[in-house]
């Protein structure tokens, strides 16, 4: 499997924030990523196991994204990664 950071380059994948909406409004959002708080990913296990590219996770710190992406890989999720916070990922993709 690549590294986030190989990931990020492709520019292929889809982003997945698991915060809370509140947290959405207070803190800002990052553009083209996907709201599935992390209470609704398993109901939601179906629609993001089924995305065709890598998905990349992220909250606030990376612990809620840490348990969404264990209970993905539990419900099939082939290829997926641990972006971290929301602060660090947005970094990420401003290098890019």
Same mark, same amino acid.
Do not use: W
């Given at each position: 499997m690549s590294? +986030?950071?190989e990931v990020l380059s492709t520019g292929t994948?889809?982003?997945i924030d698991v915060r809370e909406p @509140? $947290? !959405?409004e207070m803190e800002g959002?990052?553009?083209g990523a996907t709201n599935i708080p992390l209470g609704e990913v398993v109901a939601r296990a179906q629609e993001i196991t089924? +995305?065709?590219n890598p998905v990349i996770l992220f909250c606030r710190s990376g612990n809620r994204s840490g348990k969404a @992406? $264990? !209970?993905l890989y539990d419900e099939g999720l082939n290829e997926g990664y641990n972006g971290g916070?929301?602060?660090q990922?947005?970094?990420l993709l401003d290098a890019q």
């Amino acid at each position: 499997m690549s590294t +986030l950071h190989e990931v990020l380059s492709t520019g292929t994948y889809h982003l997945i924030d698991v915060r809370e909406p @509140l $947290e !959405l409004e207070m803190e800002g959002a990052i553009e083209g990523a996907t709201n599935i708080p992390l209470g609704e990913v398993v109901a939601r296990a179906q629609e993001i196991t089924s +995305l065709p590219n890598p998905v990349i996770l992220f909250c606030r710190s990376g612990n809620r994204s840490g348990k969404a @992406l $264990e !209970l993905l890989y539990d419900e099939g999720l082939n290829e997926g990664y641990n972006g971290g916070g929301y602060l660090q990922l947005q970094s990420l993709l401003d290098a890019q």
